[in-house]
T-cell receptor
Framework: SQTIHQWPATLVQPVGSPLSLECTVEGTSNPNLYWYRQAAGRGLQLLFYSVGIGQISSEVPQNLSASRPQDRQFILSSKKLLLSDSGFYLC?????????????FGSGTQLSVL | GQSLEQPSEVTAVEGAIVQINCTYQTSGFYGLSWYQQHDGGAPTFLSY????GLEETGRFSSFLSRSDSYGYLLLQELQMKDSASYFC???????FGSGTKLNVKP
């Protein structure tokens, strides 16, 4: 069966520090991968999505970047965090090649920038 | 661009029926999904409608009208554990609405 791993669960970082969040998927190949951010009590904002290795689409101009160095690995990064980068970050995958319209989410990372 | 509109909050009593509406504007529409998220947790998939009509899955049903760009999630026989946020999402890069917080009271 397929599983998605996301870590860390919580992170407290000072303003101006770098960020690296990692997400890996097991049990499937060539998944579509997504990064979302959710502010407290709000909806999910699509940040990046990827249909393959090295293929990244950015949805919102911001202080973040994403990379996909391997088929089942998706990384969210920042060189210098801002206060506004605080939020709940969620990684997700889908298998659209099989006509699967479902998104499967990781457990999320609560990021607090202080 | 995309926009999805949902009520921000709904309150209902245990055992009742509640309907959460979603209207959307998007290009390249393929279908409408619904997700449930409990506080502090990750969203989980509930249902998906690609065609007009009603899809039923246990106590939950979802409806879509493509001509009206409208859908809803129907929750029957409400239980306390149904207290959560519910999101509609358009299946085209998976854009989400702002979510509806459902409060179920005894």
């Amino acid at each position: 069966s397929q599983t998605i791993h996301q870590w860390p669960a919580t992170l407290v970082q000072p303003v101006g520090s770098p960020l690296s969040l990692e997400c890996t998927v097991e049990g499937t190949s060539n998944p579509n991968l997504y990064w979302y951010r959710q502010a407290a009590g709000r909806g999910l904002q699509l940040l990046f999505y990827s249909v393959g290795i090295g293929q990244i689409s950015s949805e919102v101009p911001q202080n973040l970047s994403a990379s996909r160095p391997q088929d089942r690995q998706f990384i969210l990064s920042s060189k210098k965090l801002l206060l506004s980068d605080s939020g709940f970050y969620l990684c997700a995958w889908s298998d659209l090649s099989g006509g699967d319209e479902k998104l499967f989410f990781g457990s999320g990372t609560q990021l607090s920038v202080l | 661009g995309q926009s999805l509109e949902q009520p921000s909050e709904v309150t209902a009593v245990e055992g009742a029926i509640v309907q959460i509406n979603c209207t959307y504007q998007t290009s390249g529409f393929y279908g409408l999904s619904w997700y449930q998220q409990h506080d502090g947790g990750a969203p989980t998939f509930l249902s998906y409608n690609a065609l007009d009509g009603l899809e039923e899955t246990g106590r939950f049903s979802s409806f879509l009208s493509r001509s009206d760009s409208y859908g809803y999630l129907l929750l029957q026989e409400l239980q306390m554990k149904d207290s959560a946020s519910y999101f509609c999402a358009v299946f085209n890069k998976f854009y989400f609405g702002s979510g509806t917080k459902l409060n179920v009271k005894p």
